[in-house]
């Protein structure tokens, strides 16, 4: 059952992580899930390894961390060794705790690159990339992967012999092939192939976990002890808290203050990275994930206020007259 996560000695404390979100999981949205859950760690954006090497350390929204945040792994992408080594060192002098290679990816532009989810296919290529990894740390190394799934593909096998060979300290494992979007079943009966071929390292299960129950009867399962939950925590930053809870434990119905409140949260933190023009925009993609846990009309009064701000500052006070 869920277990903390002890990698290289450290104590995460928690046996769920925080999954990345490509476009979401910068810090103002992982402070929220920090001061309302306590995850093992949670994860940054996907940030490409040749970007962090040209840009070598700036702080930017992709990079930064709020002091509030305890402790984060920063997520690389890429399939060229010598730049992700570089990218490895760069983010470990940055304060990373923890670092994983993107090996799920799905989407064509990342495929294309050979990046992402197109690495199962080259286990050769991965196994290179990750011991370029781990050679330029002693922070625990991580990667992120999707299985065979439903698919003819084959490179479940390969892709444990190259992550053990490469001396990761965790496999996640997204029980989706990378064809599958997200909401199809996922194929845990996989997990076992990964159980015998990785042992000593733990793997930490992510896809379709709804809530207590999914989550225990998913350990139970595959007889894995960790879990990484990604799009429950958007708008609901106390999520990873009731996954941890009792298993007949019950997700709070959220007023509409309550909701206001975290978001002019996170709106007001992207401000602090972002200009005020930018987060106004980027607004209009984050309300639906604070709408969709209010009750209809709360959810529409909420979405009109941030369509119909004209500027960053009115937007902000229509938010704080709720409240
Ligand atoms: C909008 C969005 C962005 C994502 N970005 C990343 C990413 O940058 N890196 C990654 O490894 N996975 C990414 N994922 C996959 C998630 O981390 C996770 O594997 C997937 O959503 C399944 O978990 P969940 O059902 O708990 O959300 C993304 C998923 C979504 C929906």
């Excluded at 702080?59 to 399939?79: A, I, M, W």
Aim: some cysteine; proline content about 5%.
């Amino acid at each position: 059952m869920l277990a903390p996560l002890i990698l290289r000695g450290v104590n995460f404390k928690s046996g769920i992580v925080q999954g990345p979100l490509a476009g979401y999981s910068c810090a103002p949205f992982r402070r929220l899930v920090w001061q309302h859950s306590q995850p093992a760690f949670c994860y940054t954006e996907m940030l490409p390894a040749k970007q962090i090497c040209i840009e070598h350390g700036a702080f930017n929204r992709y990079t930064s961390r709020h002091p509030d945040e305890v402790k984060l792994c920063y997520q690389l992408s890429g399939c060229d060794p010598k730049a992700l080594a570089e990218a490895t060192a760069i983010v470990a002098a940055m304060g990373a705790d923890c670092i994983d290679l993107n090996v799920g990816c799905p989407k064509a532009k990342i495929r294309k690159k050979r990046h992402g989810s197109a690495l199962l296919a080259y286990p050769e290529l991965l196994y290179e990339c990750l011991s370029a990894m781990r050679s330029a740390t002693q922070l625990p190394l991580l990667a992120k992967i999707r299985i065979d799934g439903g698919s003819n593909e084959r490179h479940n096998l390969l892709v444990a012999q190259a992550v053990m060979a490469a001396g990761v300290d965790a496999l996640v494992i997204h029980g989706r092939h990378w064809r599958e979007d997200y909401s199809v079943p996922c194929s845990w009966g996989q997990v076992a192939l990964f159980k015998e071929r990785c042992k000593g390292i733990p793997l930490i299960l992510n896809g379709g976990i709804s809530g207590p129950k999914s989550l225990h009867a998913l350990l139970h399962k595959t007889g894995c002890a960790h879990a990484m939950v990604a799009r429950g925590s958007m708008g609901r930053p106390d999520w990873i808290h009731y996954l941890s809870g009792p298993l007949e434990g019950e997700l709070g119905s959220l007023s509409l203050k309550q909701s206001v409140r975290w978001l002019k949260q996170h709106l007001e933190d992207l401000s602090q990275l972002e200009s005020c023009e930018t987060v106004r925009l980027q607004a209009r993609s984050i309300v639906p994930y604070y709408a969709k846990q209010l009750s209809v009309d709360s959810a529409h009064h909420l979405v009109r206020i941030i369509r119909g701000s004209s500027d960053f500052k009115n937007l902000m006070l229509s938010l704080k007259k709720i409240l």
